[in-house]
């Protein structure tokens, strides 16, 4: 009779152990998909996002950044400053920034200025990445557009902006 009720009470330990682990799991596989998501789409550089359409006459194609599906563009005044285009449709769903300290952003970001500025403007929701020769990589993401901020830093100073729809 004894053996009977200890072997019962084994058995509601172990199911409710089960129960608070698969509780646990699934409030800790939800707070880190939903945690990690910024809102991009309003993001800016000089004066352009992600899904709008570029007028190519203004600009000049770079014959070595082609593929089937889309085309790399720049502006003569702006070489650092490189918007990948769909063919079809002209959207932009990438933009480039390198070298070129003038260009501003509307997330408080401009080549060697400090990263501090955009993690102020946008949020703590970033993944942090350690690259090679002192180099990290300060990531946004935003599930919902599909887009994804990659900052790529020194010292804590803007090295290289790309903004891009995935």
């Keep these: 009779m004894a053996a009977l009720k200890i072997h019962k009470l084994i058995l509601i330990i172990g199911l409710s152990t089960m129960v608070l682990i698969g509780i646990g799991t699934w409030i800790g ?49 702006y070489p650092d400053l490189i918007f990948i285009v769909k063919k079809k449709s002209s959207e932009i769903v990438g933009i480039t920034l390198i070298h070129d300290r003038g260009i501003r952003t509307n997330f408080n970001a401009t080549i060697e200025g400090p990263i501090e500025n955009v993690i102020d403007k946008l ?7 350690q690259l090679h020769n002192g180099f990290k990589s300060i ?28």
């Excluded at 945690?35 to 007028?55: A, E, F, Y």
């Excluded at 557009?145 to 290289?160: E, F, Q």
Aim: aromatic share 10%.
């Design 29 to 77: 596989m939800h707070y880190a998909v939903s945690d990690r998501s910024t809102n991009l789409s309003s993001l800016t550089v000089n004066h352009q996002k992600i899904g709008d359409n570029l007028d190519k006459d203004e600009y000049i194609v770079d014959e070595a950044m082609i593929t089937k599906k889309f085309s790399a563009y720049y502006k003569k005044e």
């Design 123 to 129: 949020g703590h929701n970033y993944k942090e990445k």
């Design 139 to 166: 990531n946004f993401l935003d599930k919902d557009n599909k887009i994804k901020l990659s900052i790529i830093c020194k010292h804590d100073k803007i090295k290289r902006i790309e903004l891009y729809k995935k």
